[in-house]
């Protein structure tokens, strides 16, 4: 997809969303703005969350044209908006995706480097970008009229606003050492203002942090209080186009506080990254990324896999974990069966017995 193609359906966006309140956005307003219709678009690239890929799919053609400088070759704006990219993108590319949106739309970014043990530093022109090859991290930063800026991570609040949560880190200073603490009310309005939230309408983090408690009221199993966080349909409804990246973190910060051992290592609820590979007709490995939730205990043990073409997770029988274990699903960073660690050795043991065929769900064994 070319970046001017982004640009083209978030400025329309915003345009239809101004005729919509019946006023032009605020700098501020604009800026954040961006931001929440660039991640309709994009989002956080799940080859680099899992590990599976060191660079996740940041196009070649941008790396090499933006190295091109070196050979005196100037890269311009209308050069960034020719070039291809995945709309799933690391830290560098979301950054300069938005930096470009939003220049086309007036706003002044510059995007901000974080250097491997030497600080930050600034860059002006979109071509001295992996001149180095030393930055860790990127933002962008959007450099307002009145003379407040307002740094953005586009990479983090992606995890975030893809499922309709509070936004992690937007509208403070950059002098303040917290980015997101005195202007929440301003915050607030202003999502609101931009459509991220409707007349209304609650951030899932708020409606999750209630759905939790009222469950940790009861006195249902953990097994049956993840049942019904898991299958509640605000929850549901917010997850299934979230992607996999953001809906693991969703789950990853509530389903835990639904297990009330996880406080004496006795943890009963795990989530584990993972991914499954294909081949295509050409022979291609394609790698589709995934996680199990794992609940453990002494009656029931409990797998569900994130479907990527459902935007759900479901429970998978025994008998098909194994045939993906022994195919095609890959469980934490390396081998076919190495489990990421969980929490305690409680779990880690619970888990093993489970896929060596030692514990029974719903009364079928995985070697049966």
Same mark, same amino acid.
């Given at each position: 997809?070319?970046? +001017?193609?982004?640009?083209?359906?978030?400025?329309?966006?915003?345009?239809?969303?101004?005729?919509?309140?019946?006023?032009?956005?605020?700098?501020?307003?604009?800026?954040?703005?961006?931001?929440?219709?660039?991640?309709?678009?994009?989002?956080?690239?799940?080859?680099?969350?899992?590990?599976?890929?060191?660079?996740?799919?940041?196009?070649?053609?941008?790396?090499?044209?933006?190295?091109?400088?070196?050979?005196?070759?100037?890269?311009?704006?209308?050069?960034?908006?020719?070039?291809?990219?995945?709309?799933?993108?690391?830290?560098?590319?979301?950054?300069?995706?938005?930096?470009?949106?939003?220049?086309?739309?007036?706003?002044?970014?510059?995007?901000?480097?974080?250097?491997?043990?030497?600080?930050?530093?600034?860059?002006?022109?979109?071509?001295?970008? &992996?001149?180095?090859?030393?930055?860790?991290?990127? &933002?962008?930063?959007?450099?307002?009229?009145?003379?407040?800026?307002?740094?953005?991570?586009?990479?983090?609040?992606? @995890?975030?606003? +893809?499922?309709?949560?509070?936004?992690?880190?937007?509208?403070?200073?950059?002098?303040?050492?917290?980015?997101?603490?005195?202007?929440? %009310? %301003?915050?607030?309005?202003?999502?609101?203002?931009?459509?991220?939230?409707?007349?209304?309408?609650?951030?899932?983090?708020?409606?999750?942090?209630?759905?939790?408690?009222?469950?940790?009221?009861?006195?249902?199993?953990? &097994?049956?209080?993840?049942?019904?966080?898991?299958?509640?349909?605000?929850?549901?409804?917010?997850?299934?186009?979230?992607?996999?990246?953001?809906?693991?973190?969703?789950?990853? +910060?509530?389903?835990?506080?639904?297990?009330?051992?996880?406080?004496?290592?006795?943890?009963?609820?795990?989530?584990?990254?993972?991914?499954?590979?294909?081949?295509?007709?050409?022979?291609?490995?394609?790698?589709?990324?995934?996680?199990?939730?794992? &609940?453990?205990?002494?009656?029931?043990?409990?797998?569900?896999?994130?479907?990527?073409? @459902?935007?759900?997770?479901?429970?998978?029988?025994?008998?098909?974990?194994?045939?993906?274990?022994?195919?095609?699903?890959?469980?934490?960073?390396?081998?076919?069966?190495?489990?990421?660690?969980?929490?305690?050795?409680?779990?880690?043991?619970?888990?093993?017995?489970?896929?060596?065929?030692?514990?029974?769900?719903?009364?079928?064994?995985?070697?049966?």
């Amino acid at each position: 997809m070319k970046i +001017k193609e982004i640009e083209k359906i978030v400025t329309e966006n915003i345009q239809n969303r101004e005729q919509e309140i019946g006023r032009d956005f605020t700098e501020k307003e604009k800026a954040i703005a961006v931001l929440v219709e660039q991640l309709k678009v994009m989002a956080f690239d799940p080859n680099f969350f899992f590990h599976t890929k060191s660079e996740g799919k940041m196009h070649q053609e941008f790396k090499e044209r933006l190295k091109s400088n070196s050979k005196g070759e100037k890269v311009t704006i209308e050069d960034v908006g020719e070039m291809d990219i995945s709309p799933e993108a690391t830290c560098k590319m979301l950054a300069m995706v938005y930096k470009y949106i939003a220049d086309k739309n007036g706003l002044n970014v510059i995007l901000e480097g974080v250097e491997r043990g030497f600080g930050t530093y600034q860059y002006s022109e979109y071509f001295q970008l &992996y001149a180095t090859g030393i930055e860790e991290h990127l &933002y962008a930063i959007v450099k307002l009229k009145s003379g407040e800026e307002v740094k953005i991570d586009v990479q983090d609040e992606a @995890k975030a606003l +893809k499922t309709k949560r509070r936004p992690r880190n937007l509208g403070a200073r950059i002098s303040s050492e917290y980015m997101f603490t005195q202007e929440d %009310e %301003e915050i607030d309005k202003i999502m609101r203002t931009v459509g991220y939230l409707k007349e209304g309408e609650k951030y899932l983090d708020d409606y999750a942090h209630k759905l939790v408690k009222d469950l940790n009221a009861t006195d249902k199993s953990e &097994y049956e209080k993840m049942q019904e966080f898991m299958n509640d349909p605000e929850i549901k409804k917010a997850l299934e186009t979230a992607g996999v990246v953001a809906s693991y973190e969703f789950y990853e +910060k509530f389903l835990v506080k639904l297990s009330n051992s996880h406080f004496d290592s006795t943890d009963k609820i795990f989530l584990l990254p993972c991914y499954l590979t294909r081949e295509n007709s050409q022979g291609e490995e394609k790698v589709s990324h995934s996680y199990i939730i794992y &609940y453990s205990d002494t009656d029931i043990n409990d797998i569900f896999l994130y479907s990527n073409q @459902k935007g759900a997770v479901e429970r998978i029988e025994p008998e098909l974990l194994k045939k993906f274990l022994e195919t095609n699903l890959h469980i934490g960073y390396k081998d076919l069966k190495t489990m990421m660690r969980p929490k305690s050795e409680f779990g880690k043991k619970k888990l093993e017995q489970y896929i060596n065929g030692k514990t029974k769900t719903d009364g079928i064994s995985l070697d049966d």
